[in-house]
């Protein structure tokens, strides 16, 4: 079974930095495809980034500001989050998307594992 654990959120003013670690365990982290979605109040669950072995997939209202990357050593998935703005106040979940992908591999419904979640908040 894999644990995901997400750790980094807190409060920041608008225009701030934070860094969201996932540290993943119990499986085999290099054959996961991975992401961040993020839950807003009163909003459903969306995609935030995600990352497969090529390229990278980003919602259009984080392109430019957010950044996600891996180590598949460490096991870990990290979420860059610059130039932050009050409408990313979220909590911010960590998901693994195990072999077969799906055809859409980022899409919610392909991802398998996820994390309890990290409260970002952004002031104005």
């Known amino acids: 079974q894999v644990q995901l654990v997400e750790s980094g959120g807190g409060l920041v003013q608008a225009g701030g930095s934070l860094r969201l670690s996932c540290a993943a365990s119990?499986?085999?982290?290099?054959?996961?495809?991975m992401g961040w979605f993020r839950r807003a109040p009163g909003k459903e669950r969306e995609l935030v980034a995600a990352i497969g072995w090529s390229g990278r997939y980003y919602t259009n209202s984080v392109k430019g500001r957010f950044t996600i990357s891996r180590d598949n050593v460490m096991n870990a998935l990290y979420l860059q989050m610059d130039s932050l703005k009050p409408e990313d106040t979220a909590v911010y979940y960590c998901?693994?998307?195990?072999?077969?992908?799906?055809?859409?591999?980022?899409?919610?419904?392909?991802?398998?594992?996820w994390g309890q979640g990290t409260q970002v908040t952004v002031s104005s």
């Open positions: 119990g499986g085999t982290f290099r054959s996961y495809k």
């Open positions: 998901a693994a998307n195990q072999p077969p992908y799906g055809s859409i591999w980022y899409d919610e419904a392909n991802f398998d594992y």
